[in-house]
């Protein structure tokens, strides 16, 4: 809830709310103070707090002044309300609640009217609104996305424009923050065509380190990628289908992204990003890394917050994985233990990244869908698109015929206690993890054993199979018990 005050600072007017509210015994959470930065187009000091469940913002109301050629004010004095209107992003946003009057009051005169008939409009000439702060131009997509509402030609035609400040004048926190907006929006899809519509792909994903950016080839700097819209055009289609003519998906593709809608936001966001995947870059100390995490950290500036940064790297890493053990399963089908193997890869099912096996499935889908769609023509080719569909239903069909969809996450069930009692040895060491993933692989094969079978087959495999006479010569030697 955003309070505008009339006669007082934010930060002032909290904390004579918070005494106010200690003396009602109403508990406040803490104040913040978020100082002005103008030249990251920050130009108005905000107080911020929790009560109630509420998220609170307090901003005086503004009057700007600014000098010739410039947009950055040279100061900021209290505005009455029609001046404070007149600077924000659009009119629908300008609305006031008189708190007095308790009525809605339309300064702009076209908020009310555009709140009504669905319109993205802004309070003065779109290009002074944008440049006042150019991050109203992503603003403007998200609300256009987030409410079905169409923007007035003359906002198109000016968020068209080149906007270098975009890239020069906005933090890159900011430009995260709207983008994460959307793909947890309600409609991620009308983001990404926005985005891509209106020529904003690389403002957005591709402000990266000099390093990182020699790394892109001409092709992809020289024009909106179709591949990003294309995946979040078929996520859509998969994930909403009785809007698209993809109807026949396996279930378990999606039993996930239905029960977890930060998975699908996450989705959205690597399918956006899908042009990056394959690219890497090499820093100062000759290590090689992906550019997708250069985007997320550099140009979104992104964490690990719902897996962004250590989930989308490994997702495309999981791809690869998966496309090479499906070619191999349709040479030579794969039995219960190999492929149970395959979804428990580190980048293909990784609960630390957030990771699912079916999210990387659906993600390697759609990669593989991508081809089938005319961005230019908007128009899907449903029957190659479904032939491969079919494909990836037969081999999630084999997933879940060998019930491995449950046993992914199953622990061994040996421990490595287990395992130094099973071979009598004084001490584990760095072969204990080898057993365990030769445990991890006969359970597999064994779905019906039991733990005391599991002793009893590696007892039958032997120490020596594991633990050579190198590694005992060099075992520890246990630590003598102290004195007193």
């Not at 930065?37 to 009560?51: C, G, I, M, R, Y």
């Not at 309300?81 to 339309?106: K, Q």
């Not at 985007?295 to 940064?309: A, C, E, F, M, P």
């Not at 899907?380 to 491995?404: E, M, P, Q, R």
């Amino acid at each position: 809830m955003d309070i505008a005050l009339s006669d007082i600072m934010g930060l002032a007017f909290a904390e004579h709310l918070d005494e106010y509210a200690k003396l009602k015994g109403v508990e406040m959470g803490t104040i913040t103070k978020i100082e002005q930065n103008p030249d990251q187009s920050k130009h108005l000091e905000t107080a911020t707090f929790k009560v109630f469940g509420l998220s609170i913002d307090l901003v005086n109301l503004r009057s700007e002044e600014y000098t010739e050629g410039s947009r950055i004010p040279t100061g900021v004095t209290f505005g009455t309300p029609l001046e404070d209107a007149l600077r924000r992003d659009i009119t629908i946003n300008a609305l006031f609640y008189n708190v007095h009057r308790r009525s809605v009051e339309d300064f702009t005169g076209k908020g009310l009217d555009d709140l009504r008939n669905g319109t993205i409009r802004t309070p003065l000439p779109p290009r002074e609104t944008f440049q006042d702060d150019p991050l109203r131009v992503l603003r403007c997509v998200r609300f256009a996305s987030r409410f079905g509402f169409d923007m007035v030609p003359e906002v198109q035609d000016a968020v068209k424009d080149p906007i270098e400040a975009l890239v020069s004048k906005v933090s890159r926190e900011r430009v995260g923050d709207e983008v994460t907006k959307m793909v947890q929006g309600r409609d991620p899809l009308r983001s990404a065509q926005l985005i891509c519509e209106l020529k904003l792909y690389h403002s957005v994903f591709s402000v990266i380190p000099g390093e990182v950016k020699s790394n892109l080839p001409e092709s992809l700097l020289g024009q909106v990628p179709n591949e990003a819209l294309g995946a979040a055009t078929i996520l859509h289609a998969l994930h909403a289908p009785e809007a698209s003519e993809l109807t026949h998906l396996h279930p378990s593709l999606l039993s996930v992204v239905s029960e977890n809608p930060l998975v699908l936001a996450r989705l959205y966001l690597a399918g956006l990003l899908l042009p990056y995947r394959s690219l890497t870059y090499t820093d100062s100390k000759k290590k090689t890394h992906p550019v997708v995490a250069s985007v997320i950290r550099d140009s979104l500036k992104l964490g690990t917050q719902n897996h962004y940064l250590d989930g989308i790297p490994v997702l495309f890493a999981g791809i690869g994985v998966i496309k090479a053990g499906m070619e191999a399963h349709s040479k030579d089908p794969f039995d219960r233990t190999k492929l149970g193997l395959l979804l428990r890869n580190k980048f293909v099912h990784n609960p630390q990244t957030g990771s699912h096996w079916s999210t990387t499935l659906l993600l390697s889908l759609i990669t593989d869908l991508v081809p089938s769609y005319n961005t230019s023509q908007d128009i899907l080719d449903v029957y190659a698109a479904s032939s491969v569909i079919d494909l990836y239903n037969s081999f999630i069909k084999t997933i879940v015929d060998f019930g491995l969809q449950n046993d992914v996450d199953s622990k061994p069930l040996l421990t490595g206690h287990d395992i130094v009692v099973a071979f009598n040895v004084g001490k584990p060491g760095p072969w204990v993890g080898k057993v365990l993933e030769d445990v991890v692989e006969w359970q597999l094969g064994n779905p019906a054993k039991s733990k005391d079978d599991c002793m009893e087959w590696l007892r039958g495999r032997g120490v020596d199979h594991y633990v050579t006479a190198e590694d005992r010569k060099f075992e520890p030697a246990s630590k003598r018990p102290r004195r007193k």
